[in-house]
């Protein structure tokens, strides 16, 4: 590590030790870092709610966040870059992008701020950053990261509500390092608070620690939102 604090650090404080030094190295992807984190690997599941879920899941393709389809041994790739953007702010790139079948890639798009207002992680999802997330983080017993979504606000121009969580869903991720089979581990559920279960994936990556203090333009996003 480099000693300079990027946004997961700042967001963990000093429990950021705890985590697995691989995790540390995964998570420590910052601009001062001066590396980025390039994950390829295979979902051993991606599973969705049941069939009324389809809809829901289908309006998300539009903007890159959730999509409807089902599979097993789906190739992926996790590009996590730093970049300081249009406002000035850190910012982590989080692009999904899964191989459903030949010829049908789907991609989930999250840039990651550290909000010293709210004193936590806000994720903006989708290619436009109509969604910001606020995520809680925890470092589990075995030195691996719990991720849960909160409250979450949507903008568009004058437009700006907090969205309501019966109409969205709650994220819940682990992801941690493991030793024996020496890659990083995922497991992802998104549920709605009354419809229950609407998506999610498990599966298990390796990583390749690219230099540059830059993230591509392919996984920046296309508008972004200086409210969080």
């Known amino acids: 590590m480099t000693g300079v604090q990027g946004v997961f650090e700042r967001a963990l404080g000093a429990d950021f030790a705890r985590l697995h030094p691989q995790m540390q190295r995964r998570f420590g992807v910052g601009v001062e870092a001066g590396y980025g984190c390039v ?64 010829g049908r890639r789907r991609r989930f798009d999250a840039t990651m701020i550290y909000s010293a207002r709210r004193q936590r992680v806000v994720d903006y999802l989708g290619t436009h ?11 589990t017993e075995d030195g691996g990261l719990r991720l849960t979504s909160g409250a979450q606000r949507f903008y568009e121009g004058p437009i700006a509500f907090r969205f309501p969580m019966f109409l969205s869903g709650r994220a819940h991720l682990i992801e941690r390092f493991d030793d024996e089979n020496d890659c990083f581990v995922i497991d992802l559920e998104v549920r709605n608070d009354i419809l229950g279960f609407l998506f999610g994936y498990r599966g298990s990556f390796v990583c390749d620690f690219p230099e540059g203090v830059d993230a591509p333009e392919t996984v920046k996003p296309t508008r972004e939102e200086a409210r969080e």
Do not use: K
């Open 39 to 102: 994950g390829r690997g295979v979902m051993s599941e991606v599973r969705r709610g049941p069939w009324w879920t389809r809809p829901f899941l289908a309006i998300g393709t539009m903007r890159n966040i959730m999509f409807p389809e089902r599979g097993r041994d789906v190739p992926f790739q996790i590009d996590n870059h730093a970049y300081i953007d249009s406002l000035g702010r850190e910012t982590v790139t989080f692009v999904r992008t899964m191989t459903m079948r030949p």
């Open 129 to 139: 950053q109509h969604l910001a997330v606020d995520l809680d983080l925890a470092v």
